[in-house]
């Protein structure tokens, strides 16, 4: 039991590190996808389901989700404003 | 600030966080040594006065339901401020260029329409989830989970049909009227129930229904009402916020002659 703890707390602590070093947040939010499963078999092996459960939900899903949503939101403007700025010129 | 000069801030800060850091583990109790008594006492009374068997979701949804519905307005706030924030954008967009914005695009760039495979394991997947869904938000006096976890669940679900490229089903889904009422009245629910227990029970929040049996999924008195309404607005709330999230690409997607 100790010697999975001992490897899970390593997990953790190297997934989160790669999450930092990363430094496209596209690529980041897919690594902090795995970041959130990792943390939930954390919180399981630390034999807490429940926050296991909330972890996997949100860690592993809904958050990676929002960023993900987030990024293509705000492309789609950086797109936009970039299509009037080359009207105005060629106008 | 030159870099050295930043070097040197990182290197004091980090060693002053590192001291205090080190200093405050020393004082933790070590792992499976739990010191409190708070945690013991409800351990061996939860059971009984509850008639619940998932000791967490009886201190988040009774002992201390007044925290979780904190948490819950939290969460709906969020939705709002988000919703809000993306729909003035959306606006002003139909105002004032509406069909260059959704027209000038070239279409080469269009989405590629999902495969087979990925349309029949995502489909395939709705049905099943859903029942899970509603399985955790139903059994969170029973087993691990609850409102929170089993409606962020059900709220991917949707999300599924949006994968599987069925755009139409999910706007239909997603831009339906009944999600906001749901998660109003999920939201609400929770205080109607904490106002039951006020009027009943004299005290807010007071468990005032029936406890049941322990271990069948009527137990546990309004901690699984409380779930039910929780599970009800977290679900609405994702939903919203996808659709808040999407709505444009998809306006753009459906009109892309699909």
Known sequence: MLFLQYTILSFVAVTATAVVLTRDPAKQAIGISFYGLVMALMFFIFQAPDV??????IGAVALPLMIVLALTKIRRQEEEQEAERKEKKAA | MKRRGRLVFFLISAAAFAGVYLWGLKGLPAVGHYRGPYGDVLNQVGTYERHVTDIVTAVNFDYRGFDTLGEEFILFMSVIGGTVLLRR???????????????DKSPERQAPEPSDATRVLTLGLVGPLVVFGLYIV???????????QGGVVLATAPLLVYLAGDLKKFKQITSHTLVEVSEAVGAGGYLAIGLAGLILGGSYLRNVAALGTTGMINSGGTIALINLATGLEVAAGFVLLLYAFLEQTLEIRLRGGK
């Open chain 2, 138 to 148: 139903a059994h969170g006096q029973l087993t691990p989970g609850g409102g929170f």
């Open chain 2, 89 to 103: 954008q959306r606006e002003e967009e139909k105002s004032e260029h509406k069909d260059e914005s959704l027209d």
């Open chain 1, 52 to 57: 296991a459960l909330s972890q996997i939900v």
